[in-house]
């Protein structure tokens, strides 16, 4: 069992930036594939980000260039750093992990039937 934590949601204006983290406790994260997705008010789950246990990533376009995600195995945390946020941006982020043998692309594309354990996620909001 893995419980997952994120935090560092908040508001901020349009053009700043935000860092958010997802803490895993349960088991080493260091066994698992990770990703970051969104949920709008009124629109499906997104996928955002994802890492593997490598640390090999994949972005999904809209936040390709000011999205960063990074890992620290031996912290059991999984970052996202955010720049240059817009409008757009606001949205529930949550992180979720699955089996390491998936491909953070795999993630993203499938997270919904792929990830074992989300977070209860982290609110963020862009104003303009």
């Known amino acids: 069992q893995v419980q997952l934590v994120e935090s560092g949601g908040g508001s901020v204006q349009a053009g700043g930036s935000l860092r958010l983290s997802c803490g895993a406790s349960g088991h080493t994260f260091n066994t698992y594939s990770v990703a970051w997705f969104r949920q709008a008010p009124g629109k499906e789950r997104e996928g955002v980000a994802g890492i593997d246990c490598a640390g090999s990533t994949s972005y999904e376009d809209p936040v390709q260039g000011r999205f960063l995600i990074s890992r620290n195995n031996a912290e059991n945390t999984v970052y996202l750093q955010m720049n240059s946020l817009k409008p757009e941006d606001t949205a529930m982020y949550s992180c979720?992990?699955?089996?390491?043998?998936?491909?953070?692309?795999?993630?993203?594309?499938?997270?919904?039937?792929?990830?074992?354990?989300w977070g209860q996620g982290t609110q963020v909001t862009v104003s303009s």
């Open positions: 979720g992990a699955a089996p390491a043998f998936y491909s953070p692309r795999e993630l993203l594309a499938r997270g919904e039937v792929l990830v074992h354990y």
